[in-house]
């Protein structure tokens, strides 16, 4: 125990010592704050362009609703020439120019419309240009029929579906934006520490190797607690890293708030995990069900998330890291272990795809197989935890994932009890497997 011990401290103190582990401590937040607040500039900016289309409006239909908006500028050029508006709107460098022919039949001028410009045009500005033509389009068509727009437009009712449990309580809105916020953040925490500080195992155990330190340090300790050692070490120093980057960043993100005036929130609003209908329920949520949101924060799982999440990150962590140490290992250099990444990256990355399932369908027989299966579980259940898990389900696939962790440790020993000390030959699956037999 007291060399376990031992190396552990001798791999967090070289870790953290490490010029480029403090460099990189010291710049990720303000390069992460940095480009955050750059992004939510560039945001603001582009919301506040100014765009100007021109149109020609032959079917004498549409004029009343091209109307100037904040960040768009309506240009009639309906009487020019088609080929002379084009050149017009070049010179002028409009952003484009809408041509609206005259047609027999509303039908067929639904689908005669044109949008002339240099490039693509925006997604969105289309989108609002043809919402608003088949809005008009079937108000004409109403009004032919003979109904009164006014009245059926006064007959729309907006219907809001309030969430309730059997049990009588309530929800709100904003309760699955904020589970899905929650589950999909921790994920991905997991997901990048695994990857990251995994991989630093793994290139711990190849320089050691290639600089034959490994051989004096293995005449005294066994090779099982030299890899625990690695894997531990490693861990403390990465858990070291992340508090330090998240409290700065946190502290960056409110000075530059408080003092520079950004807006973060920007953000969020842009972010393309939440669709405008998302981000729409979210601001009616908060302003008009504020005792339901409070509500809702009051009932949620803060303390099983969190300590599923430290169970999770460190099973997560522990297992993933103990097969990187044996690949680097097993190899001479890092060129070497292409070969064997994709099938220990292919779960995770599978995890974090299956996580997007969660959202729509939390406890469906996908979502609750790979939130069990041990490879997925510390990305899938911690997604899956905000919106109601079984206590037997989180039993289950704890034990899995500690049962694995046991196994994937001994095989990952063996592999590492014999790969740290051959050198000079490639190794392949088939050279592994009957390394597992010695």
């Known amino acids: 125990m007291y060399k376990l011990r031992l190396i552990i401290k001798r791999e967090f103190l070289s870790k953290v010592r490490n010029r480029s582990f403090i460099v990189m401590t010291i710049l990720s937040p303000v390069i992460m704050v940095a480009m955050m607040a750059l992004i939510a500039y560039l945001n603001v900016k582009n919301s506040e362009e100014v765009r100007t289309v021109a149109y020609i409006d032959q079917s004498s239909i549409f004029a009343d609703i091209l109307k100037d908006t904040k960040t768009t500028k309506y240009i009639n050029l309906t009487g020019v020439p088609l080929d002379e ?8 460098d409009y952003y484009g120019l809408i041509f609206i022919p005259k047609q027999d039949s509303l039908d067929l001028l639904a689908k ?27 108000d004409i068509k109403i009004e032919k029929l003979g109904f009164d ?64 330190i490994i051989e004096v340090i293995i005449s005294s300790v066994k090779p099982f607690k030299l890899m625990l050692g690695k894997i531990l070490g490693n861990a403390l120093a990465g858990i070291l890293q992340f508090i330090i980057w998240i409290i700065s960043a946190s502290l960056l993100m409110f000075a530059i708030s408080s003092f ?17 209908e998302m981000t729409a329920q979210m601001q009616e949520s908060l302003s008009g069900n504020l005792t339901l949101v409070i509500h809702e924060l009051k009932d949620f799982p803060f303390v099983t998330l969190f300590t599923a999440f430290i169970f999770y990150f460190l099973g997560g962590y522990l297992i993933y890291s103990s097969i990187y140490a044996a690949i680097g290992a097993a190899v ?92 000079g030959k490639k190794p392949s699956y088939k050279e592994i497997y009957k390394w597992l037999k010695y």
């Open 85 to 92: 508006a084009k050149n017009q709107a070049v010179a002028a």
């Open 149 to 212: 727009t006014a009245l059926i437009k006064a007959a729309n009712t907006d219907v809001e579906i309030s969430s309730e449990k059997y049990t009588g309580e309530k929800g709100s809105k904003i309760g699955s934006i904020l589970k899905m916020i929650a589950g999909g953040a921790f994920g991905y925490l997991i997901f990048m520490f695994i990857i990251i500080y995994g991989t630093s195992v793994m290139r711990s155990v190849i320089e050691e190797k290639t600089n034959r």
């Open 260 to 276: 520079l005036g950004a807006d973060f929130s920007v953000m969020s609003s842009n972010s393309p995990q939440l669709t405008p």
């Open 332 to 423: 001479d250099n890092e060129t070497d272990t292409q070969q064997f990444m994709l099938p220990v990256m292919l779960p995770l990355i599978v995890a974090i795809y299956v996580g997007f399932s969660v959202i729509e369908n939390p406890h469906g027989p996908i979502a609750v197989g790979f939130s069990i299966f041990p490879l997925t579980s510390p990305i899938v259940m911690l997604m899956r935890i905000p919106f109601g898990v079984p206590w037997w389900q989180i039993a289950l696939s704890m034990t899995l994932l500690l049962v694995t962790f046991i196994g994937v440790v001994w095989f990952a020993a063996k592999i590492y009890r014999i790969g740290i000390l051959m050198y």
């Open 112 to 138: 005669s419309i044109t949008f002339y410009g240099e490039g693509s045009p925006s997604l969105n500005l289309i989108g609002s240009l043809e919402n608003k033509f088949q809005r008009k389009i079937r």
